[in-house]
């Protein structure tokens, strides 16, 4: 089940968020639980940001905190998401989590951009998935890698 997210969701999202990152190859940080509290909240009570959530047998297993924002060179809107993370395990949820951002950015009747900045697509399957439902790939992310950090 696909829902909204409120207060009590917060803490569940920020563990899958953590276990996100922590697999990522691109982001050699810890999370800031206050930070990341902060910006769940701030999606609670922005007009222009949503927080949804992906719930499987009253489980939270899954998240994405999608915002409605406008291009620097221009007062034209796109939504986008500031953060997406599903639970390996419950991988499947993830187009249903997409498909809700989908139908909010049609809401505004607004372009969408979805980037993928974790290196985790190794296999392309999230980028087929974005591809399937409406949105090429136009580009590409370049990061430094976490081994090359150390």
């Known amino acids: 089940m696909i829902r909204i997210g409120g207060h009590g969701d917060i803490n569940a999202c920020i563990e899958i968020g953590k276990a996100v990152i922590s697999s990522s190859l691109t982001h050699d940080c810890e999370v800031d639980t206050a930070k990341a509290s902060k ?29 409605k924002d406008e291009h620097w060179f221009s007062n034209s809107s796109y939504g986008t998401d500031f953060a997406f993370c599903v639970l390996p395990d419950h991988a499947e949820q993830g187009v249903w989590l997409l498909r809700r ?13 979805m980037g993928l900045s974790t290196g985790m697509d190794v296999d392309g399957r999230t980028g087929k998935m974005y591809e399937m439902h409406g949105l090429p ?8 890698i976490k081994q090359v950090l150390k």
């Open 39 to 67: 910006a769940f909240r701030r999606a609670i009570s922005d007009k222009n940001m949503e927080f949804f959530v992906a719930q499987k047998a009253d489980q939270v297993v899954g998240f994405l905190l999608a915002i």
């Open 101 to 113: 951002f989908i139908r909010w950015c049609k809401a505004f009747n607004i372009p969408m951009m």
């Open 137 to 144: 790939r136009v580009g590409g992310i370049h990061a430094t």
